[in-house]
């Protein structure tokens, strides 16, 4: 419901004013659309409300920066520029009604999602602006910010060095996803932080931030540039173009990723002629492991259906049979997704990023 609810925001204002004409247009005709088409802006959005709360939150913490937001592709924040892009769909219910069906999930499509990301980003903003990285306790509490990004990272789910924010264990990816993830927890103005990190050594980070961010209280921001990087106004692409390069992000080598591993789960028919068809059994299975692996691994829907529907034609292609109880094999199918899922993200780090 809240994403409805952030759906019908998103058209507050605006739905008052005249509806683009794409609005109208059915999915393969908008699909053709570029981006530059849509002359989409911020203005009389939900977004424009998020936005001042975020600066709500900044200013009950003394922060006097003020970083700037525009609408781009995704979400990132730029190195050098204290701003924020965001991604182009969150500015009209009809554009996240098509990020809905190709991606199955709309990131920071309600208020809560929402704003869990934009105090993310917010983070590095100020971490931009104040030029808090070339501090050494900055590098002696994260790391180096200079280390580079890498393709993929090994996060330690039972780590407590890290605070738990976006999921994923973001925080682990790099020093600079670090500041940000603790920036974001540490600035509701009813955060528990305290309590919450009792006993963690991330609890140092975030008495880190703290110190070091009421320090700035009243300060001017070293970077003041108030460019809007790769905006929508001058990009050509088209948002059929933009659907299938981010969908290709989650190709994967089919046979190495999950023929082997859906081998040590069933067996051949040969072998198992009575067996249940396995094919047959992950759909009927489908529903109970996608909750599973959305909610429980906090796995991006996207990812879990593709892998879903991979595993199940690449059973049905090699006519795999279950080899024993089906309880088994819905256990040992769950984690054997898990770790193809995780692999992915190992892989391709880009798939998450902010």
């Not at 924040?77 to 809905?100: C, K, N, Q, T, W």
């Not at 309590?195 to 975030?206: D, E, T, V």
């Not at 961010?213 to 990087?229: C, F, K, P």
Request: hydrophobic share 40%; proline share 5%.
């Amino acid at each position: 419901m809240a994403s409805v609810r952030a759906a019908r925001a998103a058209g507050g204002p605006a739905s008052r004013r005249r509806e683009p004409a794409w609005s109208r247009l059915d999915d393969e005709a908008l699909l053709d659309k570029r981006f530059c088409e849509l002359r989409l802006g911020l203005s009389g959005t939900w977004l424009e409300d998020a936005v001042r709360r975020l600066y709500g939150e900044l200013a009950a913490k003394g922060i006097r920066f003020r970083p700037h937001f525009w609408l781009s592709e995704e979400w990132f924040s730029p190195d050098g520029v204290p701003g924020v892009a965001i991604p182009f769909y969150l500015a009209h219910p009809r554009l996240m009604r098509l990020e809905r069906r190709f991606m199955h999930e709309v990131e920071g499509g309600n208020d809560k999602w929402l704003m869990r990301i934009l105090r993310h980003e917010a983070g590095h903003a100020i971490d931009t602006a104040f030029a808090l990285r070339r501090r050494k306790a900055w590098r002696r509490t994260f790391g180096k910010s200079s280390r580079r990004y890498p393709t993929h990272y090994s996060p330690r789910p039972t780590s407590q060095k890290f605070v738990l924010h976006l999921g994923h264990w973001y925080a682990q990816s790099h020093p600079t996803e670090d500041f940000a993830e603790t920036f974001a927890v540490w600035l509701p103005k009813r955060a528990r932080w305290r309590s919450q990190y009792a006993g963690w050594p991330a609890l140092a980070k975030l008495e880190f931030v703290d110190a070091t961010v009421r320090g700035l209280e009243g300060r001017r921001a070293l970077r003041l540039s108030r460019d809007a990087i790769e905006p929508l106004a001058g990009n050509r692409r088209t948002l059929r173009e933009h659907y299938r390069r981010k969908r290709a992000r989650y190709e994967v080598d089919l046979a190495r990723s999950y023929d082997r591993r859906l081998l040590r789960v069933f067996g051949r028919a040969a072998d198992h002629p009575r067996g249940l068809v396995a094919s047959r059994f992950l759909r009927e299975v489908k529903p109970q492991l996608r909750r599973l692996l959305v909610r429980r691994a906090r796995m991006h829907p996207y990812l879990v259906n593709h892998v879903l529907r991979t595993a199940t034609q690449r059973a049905r292609l090699l006519d795999l049979r279950l080899k024993g109880s089906q309880r088994r094999a819905k256990r040992e199918v769950l984690g054997m997704l898990e770790r193809i899922m995780m692999d992915m993200l190992l892989r391709d780090r880009e798939n998450y990023a902010l």
